[in-house]
């Protein structure tokens, strides 16, 4: 039997009184891939945040690594040009040998390697960017 650890996280932090609010939880094909809540940290004036516990496959780590830690700007810019290039880059996968008519996808491409975060800016001509720069 698989445990599934996305499951079992949640639970353990809320039972520590670090998680006070579930917000969403997503599944795909019965597997727990997303869990979004609210935390507070220790301490009497700490402010709630906001936490996501994102459960990714091995092999699409490095594109929602580029994902999840760059800015809502950030990541548009390099979608934008991915696209430019005839390219689609999302928390998935980078691929190549997109055809698009207008606005829709006719075919989704062929996935590229890449088993890093800088294989994703060296497919795409970037220089790469620690994830603290990427922020503007």
């Known amino acids: ?8 996280i949640p639970c353990f932090i809320f039972c520590l009184g670090f998680i006070t609010d579930d917000l969403i939880r997503v599944e795909e094909k019965g597997e ?8 507070k940290l220790p301490g009497e004036d700490t ?26 700007h950030f990541n548009r810019s390099m979608r934008a040009l991915a696209k430019k290039k005839g390219m689609s880059l999302s928390e998935h996968a980078l691929r190549t040998g997109v055809v698009r008519r207008g606005q829709e996808k006719i075919h989704e491409g062929t996935p590229l390697p890449v088993h890093c975060e800088k294989d994703i800016f060296d ?14």
């Not at 039997?1 to 079992?8: E, L």
């Not at 497919?123 to 503007?136: F, I, N, P, V």
Request: positive net charge; contains cysteine; glycine residues 8%.
């Open 32 to 39: 727990q891939k997303k869990y979004m809540g609210v935390c």
């Open 1 to 8: 039997m698989r445990i599934i650890h996305i499951k079992i």
């Open 47 to 72: 402010k709630h945040r906001r936490i996501d516990i994102i459960v990714a496959p091995y092999s699409e780590y490095p594109c929602a690594l580029v994902h999840f830690t760059g800015s809502g």
């Open 123 to 136: 497919h795409l001509g970037l220089e790469y960017r620690e994830s603290h720069e990427r922020d503007y």
